[in-house]
């Protein structure tokens, strides 16, 4: 098996001495990329972004640079620039990650996208549990105005900028961009009728663009290197690099970052493997809402199109892995009981829905299902997919139907035994090794 | 607004529904567009009058081509889709995709209902359970537990919710904000355990929070007026007309066994909408008041009323009345809440019957100006008089609105929900007034800071400031809006109607009570017969006088209210007639209380004991407004007729006990019924002579402060609160306690004057009050503000008389 040599970018850092403080991100060269920025027009910018290829990475995959030409900049109300931080997706763990180890990554490209899309006002929006994170970003924006980073007349550019760091109160639908402005604008967060677009009318009625950490802190580099290096990493249509999450039964888990187009068996050698002893039963591309795939995708190149093409979603490239211990019906009731807690509760298919699904997948769960109940599952889904005001209640349907297509004879087991006795939980524990010497769980 | 035909014809699009092919505006909703063609898509959260947001997605339909030649790739929700040329909506009644998609979301709405169907109050009008029926499958697979609430919550004192039942449409929390401007209503929770609620310690108290009853599209909403007190099926509704002000609000009433049940909004898009007032919804218990008058009485020689049947108490009151007619004659009060007909037939009786012009409906402060200002301004204009008037559409339509002397939110509740939503569109609004009121707020308005007495040379200076002020300069989009108190302003109505006629901008007189535009249409003052004829003119009177059938008219203007109060009071006057008036809403209660006890005959025409019953000599009950049929006309002078509800054999309208008096008196009015009392107005017209012109008032002296020492004088500013003492709204203890508390009013400045005091005592010249404080940024200096009526027997009884100054002291009186 060869791995392909890494070359980390957004990552590179990460290792260094205080790599968070200021001193160290401008020590490689940091914030230089704004010089450079401010010696090209904010349009020819937002070109080398849309050049690159770069796609957002909070999930959908949208073109950044098309994002920010969709700004209308004859609209005489303020722009705003809007980073996504409140990654709260099962699995999904590389924003998070990223503000702690370079947050200044992430502040120089909130300047340039900001520059670009011709914003003076930017607004970090980050999950309110992620406290450490939150002081660490407070602190990087401080180190930036005081070192001429941010504020007014940036680098002598005559270019103003303020960024204010905004810590939610934790809820998953903030993440959701329309419901994460009304959440900033200190609304209840819940997602709002489109159109009107954010670009057009977004955070204070107007235009606006909303981008993930990730996304926005790819920018740097793509302004330094050039959109050709970006464009030339990656595969056709999903350009460059990209932070994989590697949870559960791997031997490391953590943040792999490589070019789109990796597959999963090569990250899960680069991880060390399966957890010792066991095999890969089932896995998420994209956290908990993207349909999980088997180890039959194992060497499908992890990029949009092919990982669309399996009938799953790259998503937030939130790869959690589980291993034959795991009971899929167990598992989906997990991230089923997740959508429920999270379910803002606006539209009837997904605040109804996800209590019902609930309710008939617990059943199942203790080996209590009934005939017929597979199928209720998979038409429940089928009236939630597609049905719902937002992509939280289609996310809901998608470990259910995926599971069911796959596993479906672990449903089926569920109509006369709990999975408690087909897939003894302790099993699946990292401390099932000193379990099974004592005899539990075996 | 004029169109023209070609932007007529590039502002339809086609679509095509179920096959059926409609040409609709563009922007109307696909939802809208379907109904066009007859096809009703179930829905919960769509409200034509709200702004749509595509929550519970009940009305879900197939877009096989959006328009580009293009699918939509799933079920798109109606009531948020607007249309576009070339698009093709497949509904439920074509698509097995739009069909199963309404199917799911309405199985999915029941999961957690509670079906208590046969106990809600909504069950048999509910949009759940009808469309659950038409829309939705015949069971539920749902085997699971319901997520229950306990039993209701107090939104107010009026509204109950059940959460169980509620689907989270956001119908009320809409309503709340976006058309009465009092969000005191939210979302709160998430996912199935979202609800609706309200703050710690802040219900939702709003004049209008009863429409969130009636649009609650389950029976989460309830009034503890209501509820549980009836079925729909056992209700028989029918339209009505609500007379609690001069708005003319549609309302429906819903009765049983002869008994008001309820009463809802009627949906009149001219007028007000789909919306009424907690005034108009709730206040009908005085109807079945313990203390209605049964039966006609007579006042024996033993001083005692005793029972009477209708021709001997007409007899005694014809011979009375002739008795006091020879003997220095007799006046008439009408109160503002008759209907135009029975004003009509007071307006006759006066002339005919009693011979004279001293007639006035004015039961509140009034003044020789307003008189002059009437009969040239107001009486036979707009649609009442055949001619255009001012409108609720003109409100929406114009790019100013001038308010004065007018707080629409407790004076005018359907115009203060017409300017919220022109102010949400545009229209600015100028509050001519002493402070910025929340209701004034609600509309946006800006304040032209004005202490009472000084709206005339603010009005005066106003041609010049408005587009200072307001962005544009007056003119004929434009309206000005008179409060009836201006009354008690020397100068402003003058002032008004020179605004107007200097910028174009058009002016509207805005009373507070029902009978009020109607009784000035029926020459219920002293110097106007009906059709806004003057007295004063001689072919005016030949007029009248010919379709009544008599030689001549009296040629002198009469007295006015006060006047007539006055006069009996010093006995001038012998003999009153009074219908339907409380002492303590005239201009001066005391004089009023002297005259009903100083005249020698008094005919009282009353649907409850009162005051006035006290001094009767006969006692008249009259119909109530169930009872009869009859029009009330609008502050625009649209005429709003209204069928009786029940039919009630003795109980007989004003204008049926008028006219038998008058008939044994031996001058008959020419009709005893509503019908040929309508017939009677018609053939006699409006007057197209010559108007009177107004009289130029003369400047009137500043009243003198009340003499004690001590704290701070200030003007008066007062009008009464939509919920307060009035004696129409007794008998629903909710609805009395979402009242809103009496205060005092003032500004920084007499306030630290006074040392910061939690209350103020209020000395006038005819008593004290004492009152908590209120601090009101925007308050003019000099200025304090207290309701009208809200306290006691009110400030005209209890403190002083229009116009005052007060002295205010801190803390209580001693
Ligand atoms: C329920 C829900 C949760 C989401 N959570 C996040 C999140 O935590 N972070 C994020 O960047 N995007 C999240 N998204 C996606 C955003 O709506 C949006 O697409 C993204 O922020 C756009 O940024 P990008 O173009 O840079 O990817 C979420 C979407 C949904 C429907
Ligand atoms: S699908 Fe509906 S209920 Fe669920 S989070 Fe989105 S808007 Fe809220
Ligand atoms: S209380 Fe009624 S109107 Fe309000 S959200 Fe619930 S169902 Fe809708
Ligand atoms: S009626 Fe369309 S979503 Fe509610």
């Not at chain 1, 105005?145 to 005559?158: C, D, E, R």
């Not at chain 2, 469309?131 to 209701?152: C, H, L």
């Amino acid at each position: 098996m060869t791995i392909p040599p890494l070359t980390p970018v957004l990552t590179d850092n990460w290792d260094a001495e205080r790599s968070w403080t200021l001193a160290s991100y401008e020590e490689r060269g940091g914030y230089d990329a704004l010089d450079t920025a401010f010696a090209m027009t904010p349009d020819e910018v937002i070109a080398a972004v849309k050049d690159s290829g770069l796609r957002g990475r909070g999930g959908a995959g949208f073109p950044t640079g098309m994002k920010w030409g969709f700004i209308p900049q004859d609209n005489p109300n303020p722009k705003y620039l809007v980073v996504n931080a409140d990654e709260s997706e099962p699995g999904t763990c590389k924003d998070i990650p990223l503000m702690m180890a370079s947050p200044h990554t992430l502040v120089e490209g909130v300047i340039l996208a900001a520059y670009a899309i011709r914003a003076n006002h930017a607004f970090i929006y980050v999950r309110g549990e992620v406290l450490h994170v939150v002081r660490r970003l407070q602190r990087a924006v401080q180190e930036a105005y005081l070192a001429g980073h941010l504020g007014a007349n940036i680098h002598g550019s005559g270019y103003q900028l303020d960024l204010v760091v905004h810590a939610g109160a934790g809820a998953y639908i903030c993440g959701e961009e329309t419901a994460l402005l009304d959440s900033l604008e200190g609304r209840r967060g819940q997602p709002r009728l489109r159109p009107p677009f954010p670009a057009v009318a977004g955070l204070y009625a107007s235009p606006t663009v909303i981008n993930n950490v990730e996304s926005i802190a790819s920018v740097p580099a793509i302004i330094r290197n050039g959109a050709d290096w970006f464009s030339s990493l990656g595969t056709e249509k999903s350009k460059g690099f990209v932070i994989y999450s590697l949870s559960g039964h791997v031997t490391r888990p953590g943040q792999y970052e490589a070019p789109l187009g990796i597959t999963l068996r090569e990250l899960i050698d680069l991880a060390g493997g399966v957890r010792e002893g066991h095999r890969l039963k089932f896995w998420t591309p994209g956290g908990s809402s993207t349909p999980l795939l088997t180890d039959e995708h194992l060497d499908m190149p992890l990029d949009y199109e092919a990982v669309g093409a399996a009938g799953s979603m790259l998503g937030t490239r939130a790869l959690q892995i589980f291993d034959e211990t795991v009971s899929v019906v167990r598992c989906v009731l997990r991230w089923t009981e997740f959508y429920k807690h999270e379910s803002c509760g606006k539209c009837t298919p997904c605040r109804e829905g996800t209590w019902w699904l609930v309710q008939t997948l617990t059943r199942i769960d203790e080996g209590k299902g009934e005939p017929g109940d597979i199928e209720k599952l998979l038409d429940l889904c089928d009236n939630i997919l597609g049905r719902s005001f937002c992509a939280l209640g289609d996310g809901a349907t998608s470990p259910i139907t995926s599971a069911i297509k796959y596993f479906r004879s672990e449903f089926e087991d569920g109509m006369t035994t709990p999975s408690r006795e087909l897939f003894p939980h302790e099993r699946s524990t990292a401390y099932a090794g000193q379990l099974a010497g004592k005899g539990v769980g075996a | 607004m004029t169109t023209t035909p070609e932007r007529t014809a590039t502002d339809l699009v086609t679509v095509t529904i179920d096959g059926v092919s409609v040409d609709v505006p563009k922007d109307t909703l696909v939802i809208r567009a379907a109904e066009q063609v007859g096809v009703q898509i179930p829905r919960f959260c769509d409200h034509p009058l709200l702004a749509p947001v595509g929550a519970c997605r009940q009305c879900l339909v197939d877009v096989p081509d959006a328009g580009n030649g293009r699918a939509l790739p799933k079920p798109q929700a109606s009531c948020t889709l607007p249309v576009a040329d070339g698009m093709v909506v497949n509904t439920q009644l074509t698509s097995g995709v739009a069909d199963k998609a309404q199917q799911g979301v309405m199985e999915l709405l029941l999961i957690n209902h509670p079906l208590d169907c046969p106990v809600c109050d909504k069950g048999g009008e509910c949009p759940l359970q009808n469309q659950a029926m038409s829309n939705g499958r015949g069971d539920s697979r749902f085997e699971g537990v319901k997520r229950t609430f306990p039993k209701p919550i107090h939104l107010s004192p009026q509204v109950l919710l059940d959460r169980e039942r509620c689907i989270v449409c956001q119908r009320c929390t809409r309503f709340a904000e976006e058309v009465a401007g009092d969000p005191f209503i939210s979302l709160v929770e998430r996912g199935a355990r979202q609800q609706i609620g309200i703050a710690e310690d802040a219900p939702f108290l709003s004049y209008f929070a009863g429409n969130t009853i009636q649009i609650c599209p389950v029976g989460a909403l309830t009034s503890e007026a209501y509820r549980f007190r009836s079925r729909p099926f056992d209700l028989v509704s029918s339209p009505g007309v609500a007379e609690h002000d001069a708005c003319g609000a549609a309302i429906r009433v819903d009765h049983r066994r002869g008994k008001v049940m309820r009463r809802l909004s009627g949906d009149d898009p001219e007028v007000n909408e789909e919306w009424i007032s907690d005034k108009d919804r709730f206040a009908f218990r005085y109807l079945t008041a313990t203390d209605r008058l049964p039966y006609p009485q007579v006042r024996g020689d033993d001083g005692v009323l005793h029972p009477a049947s209708w021709p001997e108490a007409f007899a005694v009151a014809a011979r009375g009345l002739a008795t006091a007619r020879a003997a220095g004659g007799v006046g008439v009060l009408t109160g503002g809440r008759l209907t135009f007909e029975d004003a009509y037939a007071y307006s006759v009786f006066a002339r005919v019957a009693l011979g004279t012009n001293d007639v006035d409906f004015r039961a509140r402060p009034h003044s020789d100006e307003e008189t002059g200002f009437l009969g040239a301004h107001v009486a036979a204009s707009g649609p009442v008089a055949g001619r255009r008037g001012v409108t609720y559409g003109d409100l929406e339509g114009a790019r100013t609105v001038v308010l004065v002397g007018l707080e629409p939110e407790d004076e005018a509740g359907t115009i203060f929900l017409r300017l919220r939503k022109a102010s949400r569109k545009g229209t600015t609004v100028l509050s001519v007034a002493p402070y910025l009121t929340r209701g004034a707020d609600k509309v946006r308005a800006l304040l032209v800071p004005t202490a009472p007495g000084e709206e005339g040379a603010v009005l005066r200076g106003l041609a010049d400031r408005a587009e200072e002020l307001a962005g544009s300069a007056l003119g004929d989009q434009d309206v000005v809006l008179v409060g009836e108190r201006l009354a008690t302003s020397p100068g402003a109505l003058t002032a008004a109607a020179e605004l107007a006629a200097a910028t174009g901008a058009r002016l509207a007189w805005v009373p507070r009570r029902a009978g009020d535009r109607g009784a000035v249409e029926a020459g219920c003052l002293p110097t106007l017969l009906p059709g806004g004829r003057p007295v004063a003119d001689a072919s005016a009177r030949v007029d009248a006088a010919a379709a009544w059938g008599v030689g001549s008219l009296p040629e002198t203007p009469g007295r006015d209210a006060a006047a007539i109060a006055a006069a009996a009071a010093a006995g001038e006057l012998a003999g009153l007639v009074v219908g339907g008036v409380d002492p303590d809403d005239t201009t001066d209660p005391a004089t009023t209380r002297a005259a009903l006890a100083a005249a020698s005959f008094v005919v009282s025409l009353e649907l409850r004991a009162s005051e006035v019953t006290e001094h009767a000599d006969v006692v008249l009950p009259i119909a109530p407004v169930t009872d009869k049929a009859g029009s009330f006309v609008t502050w625009e002078g649209r005429v709003r007729p209204f069928d009786a509800v029940f039919t009630v054999p003795g109980s007989l309208p004003d204008l049926r006990v008028l006219a038998g008096i008058a008939e044994e008196l031996g001058t008959p009015l020419g009709f005893r019924t509503v019908d040929e009392a309508r017939d009677q107005i018609e053939a006699l017209g409006t007057w197209d002579g010559e108007r009177p012109a107004a009289p130029v008032p003369a400047p009137a002296a500043p009243p003198a402060a009340h003499p004690a020492s001590g704290g701070v004088v200030l003007a008066l500013s007062t009008w009464r609160q939509l919920l307060d003492g009035g004696s129409l709204q007794d008998g629903d203890d909710a609805l009395t306690q979402t009242r809103r508390p009496a205060v005092a009013r003032l500004g920084q400045t007499a306030y630290d004057a006074l040392g910061a005091p939690a209350e103020v005592t209020l000395h006038g010249d005819r008593g004290t009050l004492t009152l908590p404080v209120e601090v009101v940024r925007t308050m003019v200096d000099g200025v304090v503000w207290v309701p009208a009526r809200s306290v006691g027997r009110g400030l005209l009884a209890d403190l002083a008389g229009p116009g005052a100054r007060l002295r205010v002291t801190a803390g209580g009186a001693l």
